[in-house]
């Protein structure tokens, strides 16, 4: 009985756990660039020497490409198959991306809208004042039809290293980085890639996941009742 108990407990932590993730992704689906979070679950011994066991569960990223948006604007970018924009902070760390909504920094950098600076693959892309740059697309940036840089575009061989640092950032933990240049990535000027989550399709799973906490707060309910009819019956 107590392990059925741990299986209900365990089948309530993962509800929970998925109703965040879910919530999360549905919260996200209008940030561009967003990449959705997903759950694995897998069992596992409760303790040594039970057969009594927990869910565990694994965050995951899926990476699949979202849709184009055409906006016109100069300095929106999209890519079209694998990798990311790659950025540096201040303390020169990197950062990646598929969020490509830049601004024109008043010092010529092509930058977030926190900040972060666009890299090309020599360094930062600089622009003159004013400038409504022409992005080819190989990632090749002309300011007023001269060469100003080609666009920095990074893959992983296995993009599960990568970690999320804000709602469309990644990073690669660690001291030595796997990244590489992209091949056979298309950039795509005067649009924005958009998120690849499905809103029809989170609520959904949404309204199964809270399916499966009630029958989970069922279960709970129903050993809870047993425990105390044992325990009235031991008193008598």
Not at 18 to 40: C, D, P
Not at 142 to 157: E, M, Y
Not at 189 to 201: A, D, F, H, K, M
Request: hydrophobic residues 40%.
């Amino acid at each position: 009985m107590l392990s059925v108990l741990y299986s209900a407990a365990g089948g309530l932590n993962a509800a929970e756990k998925s109703q965040e993730v879910l919530a999360r992704n549905i919260a996200s689906a209008a940030h561009h660039g967003y990449k959705r979070a997903t759950l694995t679950f897998a069992d596992e011994l409760h303790n040594a020497g039970s057969d009594a066991v927990r869910i565990a569960a694994d965050e995951g990223i899926a990476f699949e490409q979202g849709d184009i948006l055409r906006t016109d604007a100069p300095c929106d970018l999209a890519l079209e198959g694998d990798g990311f924009f790659t950025l540096q902070r201040p303390d020169g760390s990197l950062l990646y991306t598929r969020n490509g909504s830049f601004l024109l920094g008043d010092d010529g950098r092509v930058v977030t809208s926190t900040g972060l600076t666009l890299l090309g693959e020599n360094g930062p892309i600089l622009l003159s004042p004013g400038s409504r740059p022409v992005v080819s697309a190989d990632g090749t940036v002309l300011d007023n039809g001269q060469p100003a840089g080609k666009l920095r575009i990074s893959t992983f061989p296995d993009k599960s290293v990568l970690r999320r640092a804000g709602t469309t950032l990644f990073e690669e933990p660690g001291q030595v980085s796997t990244a590489m240049p992209a091949v056979d990535t298309k950039v795509r000027q005067g649009c924005l890639e958009r998120s690849n989550v499905n809103v029809l399709t989170e609520m959904v799973r949404m309204i199964e996941n809270a399916r499966n906490h009630q029958a989970s707060q069922r279960i709970t309910s129903s050993v809870d009742a047993a425990f105390r009819s044992l325990t009235r019956a031991a008193e008598e």
